[in-house]
């Protein structure tokens, strides 16, 4: 897929997850309203591990074109894959390849917009406001954003992958600080219609802005690659962001047992730091 049509193309990839997910949502909704089941969520993932076998089946029979040569020489071209060393083929090409580095380091900070929504769920219940109770709920919300954000920022990944990371992550940040600040202001009562309203709003947006940093950094990182670094390049980033999400994820679960605002309050911090970290980054897209 050429330069100019890959942030398109993730766009499009989110937009029919989103379909999908509304359509789910909106039957789980009406099949078990607020809650569900044991034997309705047994079924859902018994259809969710019939998905994922239908979806691998798909992939088996795709033919891929030849791969192409690597374009850039250094620290890349010595990475060759190989199971028996991936932890320290991994760790060089981290420590040798600064643009990588530079990427991961960002892509790391960027976490506030996917780790932030179930913690703004439990701020919401905590709080005492109802309408983001129910699964169906949940998923309807997160197909709409991700059915909006797939239209709304896949053109945008094209122009440049990364103002969209940055963008996303600001915007989200700003979101959950704002909707923090609100909780803790004396005399405001969440427990009505308004409160629940600006969980909803809040959930959704943040949510909506975590489909453009997700589209925007699949497409940087594949614009930055040169033939068969691509591949080397995702397996690497997504390996790494294993052990950083496990690291962020336990601080961020630790200051919750403090309040959950704290948890927030960090996801927002290190959202901000890396719109000022994105900065540094070349802008390797169209243009």
């Known amino acids: 897929m050429p330069k100019g ?97 530079h990427f991961v380091t960002v892509r790391s900070l960027l976490l506030v917009s996917s780790l932030s929504p179930p913690f703004l769920v439990t701020l919401s219940a905590q709080s005492g406001a109802s309408s983001l109770t129910g699964l169906g709920g949940f998923i309807i919300a997160s197909g709409l954003a991700a059915l909006i954000g797939g239209r709304l920022f896949g053109r945008f990944a094209d122009r440049s992958s990364k103002k969209l990371m940055s963008l996303g992550a600001g915007v989200a940040s700003a979101i959950i600080i704002t909707t923090v600040v609100v909780t803790v202001v004396p005399g405001v009562v969440i427990d009505t219609w308004l409160g629940n309203l600006l969980f909803v709003t809040a959930y959704f947006a943040v949510t909506l802005m975590h489909t453009g940093v997700r589209i925007g950094r699949k497409t940087y990182v594949v614009d930055m690659a040169q033939g068969d670094q691509r591949t080397i390049y995702v397996a690497v980033s997504n390996s790494a962001m294993g052990f950083i999400l496990l690291l962020v994820g336990g601080l961020s679960s630790l200051l919750a047992l403090v309040h959950i605002s704290w948890a927030l309050l960090f996801l927002a911090l290190l959202g901000i730091l890396g719109v000022v970290a994105s900065a540094r980054l070349p802008d390797v897209s169209q243009g």
């Open 5 to 101: 049509q890959r942030g398109q193309v993730n766009g499009l990839a989110a937009t029919a997850a989103g379909l999908v997910a509304v359509t789910l949502g909106l039957i789980i909704r009406i099949v078990g309203g607020n809650d569900l089941s044991v034997e309705q969520l047994l079924w859902l993932l018994v259809l969710g591990v019939v998905l994922w076998i239908a979806v691998a089946a798909v992939y088996a029979g795709i033919r891929e074109p030849a791969g192409e040569a690597s374009g850039r020489p250094g620290p890349v071209e010595k990475t060759e894959p190989d199971s028996n060393n991936w932890l320290r083929q991994m760790v060089t090409l981290l420590r040798e390849d600064l643009p990588f580095r």
